[in-house]
Nanobody, 119 residues
Framework: VQLVESGGGLVQAGGSLRLYCVAS????????MGWYSQAPGKQRELVAT????????KYADTGKGRFTISRDNPKNTIYLQMNSLKPEDTAVYYC?????????????WGQGTQVTVSA
């Protein structure tokens, strides 16, 4: 199983980025998915999660109103639309997925994509 993120980059404060994460698994075998961020010297923290059906989402307070998580189950893809970016959003953003297996689920992480927001 691989999770491959893309869409990161350098943007000025107030700008937008759209992050993508594609999972290389059989379609419809993914349960919850989410995005987490890790800034230098800090612990990895939740940005947003989305349930399998796509209807239930959860956001960290820092991203509410600015970030939107969505998913396309047939494509095994989740997205993170990031608007009104701030310098404090600078971090490596990691995709996370709970993959369903015969007797439960396994947690997987992507390699991360760098987001840098300049003042």
């Amino acid at each position: 199983v691989q999770l491959v993120e893309s869409g990161g980059g350098l943007v000025q404060a107030g700008g937008s980025l759209r992050l993508y994460c594609v999972a290389s698994v059989r379609p419809f075998t993914i349960n919850n998915m989410g995005w987490y961020s890790q800034a230098p010297g800090k612990q990895r923290e939740l940005v947003a999660t989305i349930r399998r059906g796509g209807g239930r989402t959860k956001y960290a307070d820092t991203g509410k109103g600015r970030f939107t998580i969505s998913r396309d189950n047939p494509k095994n893809t989740i997205y993170l639309q990031m608007n009104s970016l701030k310098p404090e959003d600078t971090a490596v953003y990691y995709c996370n997925a709970d993959i369903l297996i015969s007797d439960g689920e396994v947690d997987y992480w992507g390699q991360g994509t760098q987001v840098t927001v300049s003042a």
